[in-house]
Every structure is written in structure tokens, then in C-alpha cells.
């Protein structure tokens, strides 16, 4: 069965460190893979699309095929990137699977 | 554009009660999510619809839950009767038609939903 699973319920870091939010999958074919946000008192929203390969408010994830990895990653931490984050994989008609989700919290 | 309405945003019940959820999706979202998000854990689908029809309902316990989007819009979602082990909250999503692929929900805030 399709699975993300993100190892780290919690991760916390000190402003201006790098910060790394681990997330691995399991899919059989090419998978299309998306990281998600929640910020404090506001609702679950798109962060970022592998195949879009773009950078969000300083983030970049890159999908490695051979790891079976979709890795968050963003070189100096802010402490505005505090929030629940969510990895999660698309499968089947549009369903949107995701794992367990990581606090990230930034430490001023 | 206006987002995801859900209402109400906080109930709580006595088990073996009954329960419904409202949603309505953004304008034009032909596509319609409800999640289950129980404390520290990421959401999980419940149902999916496409208009008013079901793509996906392998994970809704038929035996006390059920949901409907009729004419296409609008959906509910029902809990009857509620165990402790339903309290969580009950997120709704939608998704345009241009998205195809893109993996992009809009959630709404979601109900949190307490059963003693």
C-alpha cells in the first residue's frame, strides 16, 4: 500500500540554522509528492509541488527515487517557519495521502 | 475568492449520540474532501466526491458514518452513533478542475469534534 512516513514527530532548531524535515515513501510507479503547512491558528495549506520544483518561502524539497525520499530542506531557519508541517503523495484520483506531520519549531 | 466554510467549529457530544458536519466548497470545485485528523496524527480521507457522486469511500465506517453532496455543492457529513474513538477533527477540502494533477486541496478550518 501507498505510505508516507515522516520519522520525526517533533524538530526543533535555532534561528538562522539549516533545517532538514524528513520524509519517505512507499508507491508503486512515479509518485507525485507535496509538502503542506499549518501555521498556528490558520488551515492546512500547499507549501510545495515536487514537480514544480520551485522554492517556498525559502524551501526546497527534491524527490530521490533511489531513496525513496521527498526531504524539506531550507538553509537558515526563521523563526516565522514554526508550524505543523505534512508530507504527502497523491495517489490514485487526486487522493491525497499524507503522514504523520513534524512540529518544526525555531528556537530565536 | 472566499474559502472553504465548515461548520460548526467545535462540537461535543455524548457517545452514542448523533453528530453532522456542514461544508461548502469554493465556487466551482468540482472535487470535495472530508479528512479525519485525530490528535497527532496527519489527516486521513475519509470520502471523496466528484460533483455529487462517490470517487473514494474505502475508509469511511460505513456502520455510523455517511455523507452526501447533493446537487453537487454543499456536503454533510454524519456520525451516528458517536464512539470516544471519533473525536478528532473533521477537516473538508476542495479542489478545482484547472488543478488536475497538481495535488493542490483548499482546506477549510476545520470542526473539532469531542465525545465523551
Known amino acids: 500500500a501507498q505510505r508516507v512516513t515522516q520519522p520525526e514527530k517533533l524538530l526543533s532548531v535555532f534561528k538562522g540554522a539549516p533545517v532538514e524535515l524528513k520524509c519517505n515513501y512507499s508507491y508503486s510507479g512515479s509518485p507525485e509528492l507535496f509538502w503542506y503547512v499549518q501555521y498556528s491558528r490558520q488551515r492546512l495549506q500547499l507549501l510545495l509541488r515536487?514537480?514544480s520544483r520551485e522554492s517556498i518561502k525559502g524551501f526546497t524539497a527534491d524527490l530521490n527515487k533511489g531513496e525513496t525520499s521527498f526531504h524539506l530542506k531550507k538553509p537558515f531557519a526563521q523563526e516565522e517557519d514554526s508550524a505543523m508541517y505534512y508530507c504527502a503523495l497523491i495517489q490514485g484520483a487526486q487522493k491525497l495521502v499524507f503522514g504523520q506531520g513534524t512540529r518544526l519549531t525555531i528556537n530565536p | 475568492e472566499a474559502g472553504v466554510a465548515q461548520s460548526p467549529r467545535y462540537k461535543i457530544i455524548e457517545k452514542r449520540q448523533s453528530v453532522a458536519f456542514w461544508c461548502n466548497p469554493i465556487s466551482g470545485h468540482a472535487t470535495l474532501y472530508w479528512y479525519q485528523q485525530i490528535l497527532g496524527q496527519g489527516p486521513k480521507l475519509l470520502i471523496q466526491?466528484?460533483?455529487?457522486?462517490?470517487?473514494?469511500d474505502s475508509q469511511l465506517p460505513k456502520d455510523r458514518f455517511s455523507a452526501e453532496r447533493l446537487k453537487g455543492v454543499d456536503s454533510t457529513l454524519k456520525i451516528q452513533p458517536a464512539k470516544l474513538e471519533d473525536s478528532a477533527v473533521y477537516l473538508c477540502?476542495?479542489?478545482?478542475?484547472?488543478?488536475?494533477?497538481?495535488?493542490?486541496?483548499?482546506f477549510g478550518e476545520g470542526s473539532r469534534l469531542t465525545v465523551l
Open positions: 515536487h514537480i
Open positions: 477540502a476542495s479542489r478545482s478542475p484547472r488543478a488536475s494533477n497538481t495535488g493542490e486541496l483548499f
Open positions: 466526491f466528484q460533483n455529487n457522486g462517490v470517487v473514494d
